[in-house]
């Protein structure tokens, strides 16, 4: 707070950069917090990921070749889930005539046709 401002002005500015959204872990473990919660999480779903986040997600997490390519240009829905120190690649084909109606981020499959 500046001289000669009051509180109020101060709750009324806009927020720091700091409070952006990513899908990214490069941009995610810019933030020493971050981090330390990366690093203690005992449950990760991973989709694809694009290279250089590959990259670093595989010495953070010790991730084979191997076990990369289910994360290097993969589907929808398919993937790797940790859990503790075990690492299981996934594919999850989610019907389409169920929740998922509900819970899609597909603005185009949001709206009913008519």
């Known amino acids: 707070m500046k001289m000669g401002e009051s509180p109020r002005e101060v709750d009324k500015k ?33 989709l694809n990921q694009a290279s250089g986040d590959r990259q670093i997600l595989a010495k953070q997490l ?27 690649p996934f594919v999850d084909r989610f019907p389409k005539n169920s929740l998922y109606k509900i819970m899609t981020t597909r603005l185009e499959e949001t709206s009913e046709a008519g």
Not at 16 to 31: A, F, G, V
Not at 66 to 85: A, C, D, K, P, R
């Open 14 to 46: 806009p927020p720091d950069n700091n409070n952006q959204i990513t899908q990214n872990i490069k941009d995610l473990l810019s933030s020493r917090e971050i981090e330390n919660i990366f690093e203690n999480s005992d449950f990760i779903y991973m």
């Open 62 to 88: 010790n991730i084979s070749p191997t076990q990369l390519s289910y994360v290097t240009n993969s589907n929808e829905g398919e993937g790797l889930l940790f859990y503790g120190n075990v690492i299981i």
